[in-house]
């Protein structure tokens, strides 16, 4: 369930790693703070202004007379900040105004510690004081207070510095995070765009070391598959290159044979042995030194319809406008021209379509032969398999011709499928990355 809500990338977990503790930081510095310092700060400004009141009450006590409560109410405006007045045989209506937050209730708890008298607490009539009237025996005394005495302004200017601090810190980390996401980023590209057969010889390490450690082995990786492609290739184009000499010389004593059988039968093996050593070659050789560039699909894969409609195939084709990919334009229409040529060889009918579904490109051709049971979907990829078992060029050919293409096609970081086709036969599923 939790993974439901983890981010997906390295950069989304990182910064999350980062925000949690500053958020769970924040949230014990605010609690220790609340319970341990603005409570007490409040409750001591409240039990002041309760103080200051109480004892102005046991002054006026003392000296009930109008000029002494002057004088009284005079300290308490020039000491005290407190605007006070006797209203002189009031009563005290009850009832509190205001909110029971926590400078409220602080204040309420004080005067009853320091004054034990009826009172009243008025905090919304007036927006900068608190109005609190005390009863006494012979009036009520009203007190004007300032807010400021009641309330430290210190709570807010430390929460606005811990969630200011906070948030500097986040996105100094959230740049920093990315700078070291950044080379991943590059490495994923090249290691992609090496799979799809493009040039990533700009490609250098950077970023941490373990970075560059990985970044190192990808390029050492890559030397050693280039290398060993281009011995492969080299080895098989050396060896076709020898044997077609013996072949060559082969074919010449064959013309000079009298029985025109034996002949006939000779050519038929020596060309048979002529094909499978182009097939080998261009197993080997794969896409070549081919380099891929913009290409119009939708015109490449017109030509190689309309040559098949000229040999004959009945082929209903239907593509999207000018579809413009990075390709190898040779090896790609060699792999489309053998996938068109299988199905034209075993089926009477063959329908293409070609179009963008999402972000990608994606081929369909089905035909209605005989098709391909579906525990060879994938045998058919191997090299040299061919589902009928003999090697006899006339069934078939030397079991090449499906690993190549799929080669190709996932060299250009595609994928090709087999299924069964809507209309009977075999259907192919090429899906090219735009």
Known sequence: MVKLFMPKTLLGRSIMILVIPLVLLQLVSGIIFYETHWD?????LARSVAGDIGGVIDLIRDKPDAKSKAKVFKVAADKFNLNMKFQDGDVLIPGNKGEN??????????MVDYVRKPFTIDTISMKRYVIIEVQLPNGVLQTIAPKKRLFSSTAIVFVLWMVLTSLILFVIAMIFMRNQVRP???????????GKGRDVSNFKPEGAVEVRQAASAFLAMRDRITRQIRQRTDMLAGVSHDLRTPLTRMRLEIEMLSDATAAENLKTDVTEME???????AFARGEGTEKPNSTNLTALVD???AQAQRKGGRIDYHAEDKLELPLRPNAFKRSITNLI???SRFADHISIRIGLRDDAVEIIIDDDGPGIPDEHHENVFKPFFRIEGSRNQGTGGIGLGMTITRDIIRSHGGELQLSTSPIGGLRVRIRLPL
């Open 341 to 343: 040529d299988n199905a």
């Open 275 to 281: 094909h499978m050593l182009e097939g080998y070659l």
């Open 303 to 305: 030509g190689v319809v």
């Open 40 to 44: 007490t700060i409040t409750l001591r």
């Open 184 to 194: 991943i980023r590059r490495l994923a590209i090249a290691a992609e765009n090496f």
């Open 101 to 110: 937050g926590l400078m409220e209730k602080m204040l309420i708890h004080a």
